[in-house]
Every structure is written in structure tokens, then in C-alpha cells.
């Protein structure tokens, strides 16, 4: 419903004031970066962070979501745990406090005593962020909110936002690395499809004022439901699109005998095979970006036609929200792997990535992994011509076996 969505847009903008009011001090920035431990801990990185900005957003997205519409926080799962210990060794429970007061309080242990940090934090975190989108204003829709789930990634690209480099130039408008690659992730799914419904991308990092060194950040939304479907990104006056999927972005067209069709863009990490295959198919048009929110939020930007990653290591939180953009879009997320599998000619549906179940037999975060990786498009014609390309260049031999098969997912993945 859009009443959610209006809220989740709110709550975002919150989210994002938080994330710029940890950065604004590098000493005290340094107080709240903790290692992940044990099977928190993401392996595609030799150290993996949380922060006390991820686990402050996660629980205001909660508290706020739960304020509005009680019993939906009992559906809310995410990427952190609200434990976080202190450099005394104390593990303390981070909660949402009614009153400011009481906020400082308890921040202050978190904080090792630094009473102003803790109170400083504790103001954003009660202050009441204005928001309005007029784009919303016409939409209708009515969900019923026993069906929805939610996917919360607090801050992603974390390892960005704690090295927190400013001053990184684009690539055709796409950021290698840097605090523009920071995002926080809200995507709404249902519960019995497993297909996401709503998504918001909020950038906290858009643009820096030369003078103060403050930012300014920038928010995209979409709404896919029974053929309803709307997103941020339509022009000024658009009315929603209802009744038929969602607009189809234009293909690429014909173009010069042997130029490359597409654009790309992947993690600097991808597999040599799946490189190359993407150099033959794009040329130089594939660019590299930190974070797998940034990198799904290029393709709704029209930066780049798609977004490839084939390892196992982007998580449902991580595509849920700009997947569900993506559907408003007339695109999508799906899995590497089985597109692989099932061949560009099978003339059935491609296998969208779901959010309702998890990996059977996996534990902690892989639990929740994309296990057969991903391809975030934008429409079914140019995923289609993409795959028929890619599937010439990349040798069966070359790509990854195929995932296991999902399991039901349980209560212990909740935030």
C-alpha cells in the first residue's frame, strides 16, 4: 500500500541523517566500527565491519514501521543483530529509546562514555524528518499487510562508509568505490510468492557542499502489485501504469556490425571467466563499482543496462529493494545460474530472484545468500538479447555449478 511505502520513504530519509551525522567526526567515527564475528561475518571480505550506524538505522526502521503499523515489525528481517559491545567489553542491547533523554543514556555505554557523541546521536535519531512526494499522492493501493515481509540492509557497502572517500571521480557516471556507493535498502516482499513488491534506495552521498562538508543525499522508490506499477524515476505528471506490466526501457537497438549492444557493471572481485565473456559482449562498456545496492541502483539510473555478479555472496537484503524498483521498471533480478541453465531459448520465465525462503543447509548469513548470483535488468528484451550474447562467450564449463534448492525460511532470520 502506498501508506507503507510513504512511511519506508520517511523512515529512509531518517536512516540517511543518521549515517551522515556518524561520518561528520573522524575521531569519533573510529569509536563505532566493530568486527563481525563467526557466521555474521561475510567471506567475501577478510574483515567485514559493522558499525553503530547500521544497527541505529536498523532499529529506527523497525521502531518507526512497528509505530504505524503494528505487528508488521515482527516481519521486518535484516542483515544486523542489535548487540554491540563496547571497547569494556560490555554487550549491550541496542533499543530505540522513547524519550531523547533516555536515547543518550543508553549510547553513552555503547560509546564508552562519550556523553556528547551519545547525546549528539541521540538528537538525530528523536528529530522528525519532513518528507512529501507528490508522485505518490496518486497512487491506491491496497496490499493486504499480513502478506508483507521486509528486507533491511541498514547501511550497504559498509566498508565504503567507514573508509569514507570523497573525493572519487565517476566513471560514465558510475562511482568505482566511495561514500556514493553507500545505500540503505528497504524492499517489501510478499510472503507467499516471495516476489519483492516496494523497494527504497536512499543515497546518503549524493553531493558534498564544498564549504561545510556536509551532504546531501537522493532517495528512489518503486511499487509493483497486481499490475500496478510506479516508480521515481517517471517523468513529472506521469500517471502510475495499471492494469499491464510496468514500462518496458527502451532495447538498444541495432547498432554499427561488430559494436558492443550493451553496457555492464560488476564487482571488481568477479571471476576471470565471467570478465571476459562480459568484455566480448560489451567491449569497454563494462565499468566496476563497490556495493551491490549501488550496483543495482546504476541499472534503475539507466547508467548501465545490467548488473552481473555470479558468486554467492550478495544477500536477499542486499536486492530486494532495488529489485522491486527494477519490477516497477518493466525489469527485474534474476538468477545467474539458472538463466544460464535453462538456455536463452527456453521460451519460459526467467528465474526471478525470491525472498521468502532460504538456502537449506547453510548457516548464519549464507542462509540468505543469492546463492545462483544475479542479473539486474531493466527490461525483458534487453535481458533476453543479453543472455543470447553472453551465453556465446561464456563456455558451460566456465560458469558456476547450479545452486541447491531453497529451503523455507525460519523465524531466526529476523532483524
Known amino acids: 500500500m502506498s501508506a507503507i511505502l510513504r512511511e519506508l520513504l520517511r523512515v529512509s530519509e531518517k536512516a540517511a541523517h543518521i549515517a551522515r551525522a556518524c561520518r561528520q567526526q573522524d575521531a569519533l567515527f573510529q569509536l563505532l566500527i566493530e568486527e563481525k564475528k563467526g557466521g555474521d561475518k561475510n567471506k ?25 503499523f503494528p505487528g508488521l515489525e515482527e516481519k521486518i528481517f535484516g542483515e544486523e543483530s542489535n548487540e554491540f559491545t563496547n571497547a569494556l567489553g560490555e554487550t549491550i542491547v541496542l533499543r530505540l529509546c522513547p524519550t531523547e533523554e533516555e536515547m543518550a543514556e543508553l549510547l553513552s555505554k555503547v560509546l564508552n562514555g562519550n556523553q556528547l557523541a551519545a547525546g549528539a546521536l541521540a538528537k538525530v535519531v528523536h528529530e522528525d524528518v519532513a518528507f512529501a512526494d507528490p508522485a505518490l499522492d496518486s497512487v491506491q493501493v491496497a496490499i493486504p499487510q499480513d502478506t508483507l515481509g521486509i528486507w533491511v540492509d541498514p547501511i550497504d557497502s559498509t566498508h565504503q562508509y567507514i573508509q569514507g572517500s570523497a573525493d572519487v571521480e565517476p566513471s560514465h557516471g558510475v562511482f568505482p568505490r566511495g561514500l556514493p556507493c553507500v545505500t540503505i535498502l528497504i524492499g517489501v516482499y510478499d510472503l507467499h510468492t516471495g516476489l519483492p513488491l516496494m523497494g527504497v534506495v536512499n543515497q546518503p552521498f549524493v553531493a558534498q557542499d564544498p564549504a561545510t562538508g556536509r551532504w546531501e543525499g537522493r532517495r528512489y ?107 516497477a521498471m518493466g525489469g527485474g533480478m534474476v538468477d545467474f545460474q539458472g538463466c544460464l541453465a535453462r538456455g536463452p531459448a527456453s521460451g519460459r520465465e526467467w528465474p526471478q530472484l525470491l525472498y521468502h525462503v532460504g538456502n537449506e543447509g547453510a548457516s548464519g548469513v549464507d542462509h540468505w545468500a543469492n546463492r545462483g548470483g544475479l542479473i539486474a535488468y531493466r527490461s525483458r528484451q534487453q535481458l533476453e538479447a543479453f543472455l543470447g550474447l553472453l551465453a556465446q562467450h561464456l563456455a558451460p564449463a566456465d560458469a558456476p555449478a547450479p545452486a541447491p534448492a531453497p529451503a523455507d525460511a525460519p523465524a531466526d532470520a529476523r532483524a
Open 44 to 68: 567475501k571480505f577478510a574483515v567485514d565491519f559493522k558499525t553503530l550506524a547500521d544497527v541505529l538505522v536498523q532499529e529506527v526502521i523497525k521502531r518507526h514501521v512497528e509505530s504505524k
Open 221 to 327: 522508490w518503486g511499487l509493483s502489485y497486481m499490475g500496478t506499477n510506479v516508480h521515481s524515476l517517471l517523468p513529472p505528471g506521469s500517471e502510475p501504469q495499471t492494469g499491464r506490466p510496468g514500462p518496458q526501457a527502451e532495447d538498444t537497438g541495432p547498432q554499427a556490425a561488430g559494436a558492443p549492444r550493451f553496457s555492464a557493471v560488476i564487482s571488481a572481485s568477479e571471476r576471470e571467466t565471467v570478465r571476459a565473456a562480459l568484455a566480448r559482449v560489451c567491449g569497454g562498456r563494462v565499468l566496476h563499482a563497490a556495493g551491490a545496492g549501488y550496483k543495482g541502483l546504476c541499472v534503475v539510473q539507466g547508467l548501465v543496462d545490467v548488473y552481473v555478479f555470479s558468486y554467492d555472496t550478495t544477500f536477499k537484503w542486499d536486492s530486494c529493494a532495488p529489485h522491486a524498483i527494477l519490477r
